[in-house]
Nanobody, 114 residues
Framework: QVQLVESGGGLVQAGGSLRLSCAVS????????MGWYRQAPGKQRELVAT???????NYADFVKGRFTISRDNAKNTVYLQMNSLKPEDTAIYYC????????WGQGTQVTVSS
């Protein structure tokens, strides 16, 4: 059974930081491209960042320079360090795993107050 469990969301003031974690089980984690997506109320889910099994990263323009995605293959965990948060970063953040098939976590709420 594949499980992706996000944690680390919460309420933070603008300019603050949060670190999201996604613990993965049930797959060969190291071969999967891992990603973080987000969905704000009334909006479509959008890509935030991805990291390949070899560590190559890709970021949406709106988070470049503020967010950092990383992974620990020994712990089957992917992280998203979010700095300089803005109110428009408020959304549910989802962890994603892709390698042939696609798996999603249940999401974690991030709320940034102005």
């Amino acid at each position: 059974q594949v499980q992706l469990v996000e944690s680390g969301g919460g309420l933070v003031q603008a300019g603050g930081s949060l670190r999201l974690s996604c613990a993965v089980s049930g797959i060969i984690f190291s071969v999967y491209t891992m990603g973080w997506y987000r969905q704000a109320p009334g909006k479509q889910r959008e890509l935030v960042a991805t990291i390949s099994g070899s560590g190559r990263t890709n970021y949406a323009d709106f988070v470049k320079g503020r967010f950092t995605i990383s992974r620990d293959n020994a712990k089957n965990t992917v992280y998203l360090q979010m700095n300089s948060l803005k109110p428009e970063d408020t959304a549910i953040y989802y962890c994603n795993a892709e390698f042939g098939g696609t798996y999603w976590g249940q999401g974690t709420q991030v709320t940034v107050s102005s």
